[in-house]
């Protein structure tokens, strides 16, 4: 008799299958999406197989109609058009009503629907659904196995199967013998049954039957079939197993042989097979099993069989418990982990006494959370170790000699991940198959060993669960990727130039990428790695791939113990709490005021030089404050609000994986790790990408779970940036922010950062003539439009659809300079050609990308345009021929600064910092000092202060020039000794501000 735990089981299982498979037949004849065929493939699936060792025959036959018709739309040979979807929507109706009232299903009447399913399999018209069969006569219980006999499946050579669907098969089979093989050895072992081990027996065989009649392979199905009915047999009068054990291993062993040689499908040997069996237990050729033949000989024997059963049932130290509870228990260990942190975090304002029931309290929550997650924990063998026939089985597909190792299959994991691991993990181990491992003779001639090894390892680090595997085959081609992937369009060869061999490699779980040279159905179809990639990360994982041509692959695979409570690390970002897991984090870094340890900017990018690694930068908090993904404007405003300030404040920044990429996030403050339990996002905010999930912390507070790779997307994160080696900042070279820019179809131009306040991308046709000038609005104003060739001698702007326009700081004017395309955003080392291109309204000239670029002095080019915006005072040249030191470590506002002194006829000599300026000062006399704040090497306090504390430098004029205007520093630099202090840099006002301090000095 079934027990009736298990029938409700199925009907709750059932019921949850079909609760969203009429809205996916619904979309699936809008779009016939794989994803949804293969989820209604595998409910109709699930539900067959059950109620076939159930006994529920009506549900059974039904679901296994609807089956084979899902199968037929999978494959493609069907297409599910309107009759089709109506015929399988009136069937999920159908397993509704039978489920909802299941003791009566097999009363209910389904021939109508059989038929017309069966008539759309066949290509027929489909029969109306009220045709009704014909009761099927009703036929003895003893006498089916008989009956039977000549109702064999039709058979179907395994060549015309699928192979990708036959190797399932093949696999799936596997598992059910082995299970077999091990419940009747339990039988024969203690010389007794158990009804869970019974029942499981008849499960394995029922679904073996199912799988072996659908795919056309009747011989198995047969014997299949025939097995389940001694069992059935067994059921009816236990005893019974102990004539049977030996024939059930007979029946094992002979569907082991058919598995052992699938091509050779042989009814008559089946039906042979089977014959012999029924008479060795019957003693006749009617089948009718001579019940004498069970009877015990003595009542010794039936004592002893009693004895060992009832010492079975005193020693089983498991029950069975509903999964609904466990997870409730698990549910429950989450609040009390967060009621725990909360003591701890009020831990210092408590007495002593109240001290250590918190320690106790802490100590006994931790052993309930671990014990109770051991109850959903699950060894990694229930997957691993069904590999070994897997690769037995695809040795002869493809001809190999390929041999497994297994390390760790007793590390355990949650088993909602074990079960979403399966597929993912058989998918890597084919392709080491496949595409791995080469054949033995390939190996013979590469100075191998002809038997190529694949092995899996999991262990535990770091609070996570690693999965290696490695093969010793033939690696990846890089030559045949890059080819591929220039032909898919996925990448061009300029950027496959700067890529490393990682980034290339990884290029293999891009959807739709495959470098099979033809479709087999091993692999070859550019599904599968992409899928892969999805699966791990949809776990909070990561996968990441290493290859040596000629040598090997190796895929690590990195996953949390579970996935309710997670250990993560706590930040803060303006006034919120925010958690990243800790599966994500790989390291925290400190940035700051070192140049080796400074934020810079390449190709679009803010980047930090982590060792040998170029990481791309992401700030947490312009994230947050950006609600739509960020376009290259953003990132543009962004790029310039920090150019200045980015390295004048300690900060830390963590080292973020993202699937098998990486980055740096810059976050305000750590507060510290904490053990979060995951609460899903609302529905309404799930479509925030950038985050995974809320939790509650110890102090009460909210903190939502960040996701890496959402962030990743959301901030369009430039994982390929390249830096060449002589750009990088240290501490011998001075890297200048810079715009690199085209104006007309030649030339190339750049800004400093430092004097742009801002870049606005506008359509041509919002731009609007008023007289000879042009503005465009935007802000609430009209920003008058300057073009670089009214003013300087270069080619006219290129017409485009979208332009860029340039808005300048300390120009309080709204204006600004058009220009056609961004190229880029560099921190490099610039040293400024002022002779061999000396224009009016250029600063001068140098090489970026092997390219002359012009450095136009924005200031002046603004004079020339609109005179009347600045005061056309005579000149007098009243300090002509006065000596000015000039000290500027970038190259561009040494330049600029030098060039305004010229025009009021000063001599100007430059330093680069200030201990270039005190060998300066030691060669020459000099009647003014102008000087940065901020400059490597020394910079502007300390070097005024070495000048004040000289005999002839106590009363020479110092002005100090900085970008930062804040009282703190301003009063700082006249601490230190300077006169002035001025903004850079408005052009008028310095030299206002330096006639008037050489006045005040000079009279």
Known sequence: MIDSDMISDFVEESRELLDSTEEFFLELEKNPDA????????????????????????????????????????????????????????????????????????????????????????????????????????????????????????????????????????????KYLTNLEEIIDNWDIHNAITQESLLSGLHALNALKSSAEFIGLGHISLIAEFGESLLQEINRENSLFIAYNNYLFMIKDKMQTYLDNINEADQEDARSFIQIIREAISGDSQGNIKKNEHKVASGDTVNKNENALKSEMEINDSIRIHLSIVDRLMRLAGELVLIRNQQLISFQNINSGSREIVQRLDGVTSEIQE??????????????????????????????????????????????????????????????????????????????????????????????????????????????????????????????????????????????????????????????????????????????IKSMENVGSEILIKLPLTLAIIPSLIVISGDYRYAIPQVNLEELVTIGQNATSRVETTQDQEVFRLRDFLLPVVRLDELLGSPEPMNRETKMDILMKYALHREKETRNLAVLVAGNKKYGMIIDQVLGTEEIVVKPMHNALKHLKVYSGATIL??????????????????????NVKMKEKEYINENSINESVLIFRYGEKEQFGLSLHLISRIKEISAHDIQKVGN??????????????????????????????????????????????????????????????????????????????????????????????????????????????????????????????????????????????????????TGKFDLIISDLEMPVMDGFGWIAEVRNLKDGKDIPAIALSSLNKEDIIEKAKSAGFDRYEIKIEREHFIQTVYSVMEEFYG
């Open 773 to 922: 000038d042009e503005y465009v609005h935007f802000d609430n104003k009209s920003n008058k439009i300057i073009r670089l060739d009214s003013y300087l001698p270069i080619d006219p702007i290129v017409a485009t659809e979208y332009y860029y326009i340039i808005l300048f700081k300390h120009i309080n004017k709204p204006a600004g300079i058009i220009i056609s395309e961004l190229i880029d955003i560099r921190d490099i080392a610039i040293i400024l050609d002022e002779v061999s291109y000396k224009k009016d309204g250029v600063l001068g000239t140098s090489i970026i990308n092997d390219k002359i670029t012009i450095f136009p002095d924005i200031y002046r080019v603004m004079e020339l345009a609109e005179p009347e915006w600045f005061s056309q005072k005579e000149k007098k040249y009243l300090y002509a021929d006065k000596k000015a030191l000039v000290v500027d470590d970038s190259s561009i506002f040494r330049s600029m600064i030098s060039k305004y002194l010229r025009e009021e006829k000063f001599l100007v000599t430059t330093a680069t910092d200030g201990k270039d300026a005190l060998q300066k000062w030691k």
């Open 371 to 544: 014990t109770i997650m051991k109850t959903r924990l699950q060894p990694i063998g229930n997957i691993v170790n069904k590999f070994p026939r897997f690769i037995r089985e695809l040795n002869k597909k493809l001809e190999k000699k390929i041999e497994m190792e297994i390390t760790g299959a007793e590390v355990e994991l949650d088993r909602t991940i074990i079960e979403s691991l399966a597929a993912p993990l058989t998918h890597l181990i084919r392709n080491s198959a496949d595409h791995g491992i080469e054949l033995p003779q390939e190996r013979i001639r590469a100075g191998k060993r002809e038997t190529g090894l694949i092995s899996i390892f999991a262990y535990h680090e770091g609070g996570l669960i690693h999965i290696k595997i490695t093969d010793d085959g033939r690696g990846m081609n890089l030559q045949k990727i890059k080819q591929k992937a220039i032909e898919s369009g996925i990448v061009n060869e300029n950027e496959l130039a700067v890529w490393s061999e990682n980034e290339i490699i990884n290029l293999v779980m891009r959807p739709g990428f495959s470098t099979a040279e033809k479709v087999s159905d091993v692999s070859g179809r550019g599904v599968g790695m992409d899928v892969v990639k999805s699966s791990i990360e949809r776990l909070n994982g990561s996968i990441e």
């Open 35 to 174: 994803e949804k065929i293969n989820t209604l493939f595998r409910a109709v699936h699930t539900i067959k197989g059950t109620s076939g060792f159930l006994g529920l025959e009506n549900i059974g036959k039904l679901s296994h109609t609807m089956e084979n018709i899902m199968a037929k739309i999978r494959d493609g040979s069907m297409k599910p058009d309107a009759i089709i979807i109506d015929a399988l929507l009136q069937g999920n109706d159908l397993l509704k009503d039978m489920i909802r009232n299941v003791s009566e299903s097999d009363q209910k009447d389904i021939s109508g629907i059989v038929r017309i399913m069966t008539d759309i399999l066949e290509n027929k018209k489909p029969a109306s659904s009220s045709t009704q069969e014909k009761p099927e006569k009703k036929i003895p219980e003893e006498n089916k196995t008989l009956q039977r006999d000549n109702q064999f499946p039709k058979e179907q050579s395994s060549m015309d199967v699928p192979e990708e669907l036959l190797d399932e098969f093949i696999f799936e089979a596997g």
């Open 698 to 719: 110890g102090d009460g507070k909210i903190a939502l779970i960040l996701d890496a790779e959402g962030i990743g997307n959301h901030y369009g994160v430039n994982y």
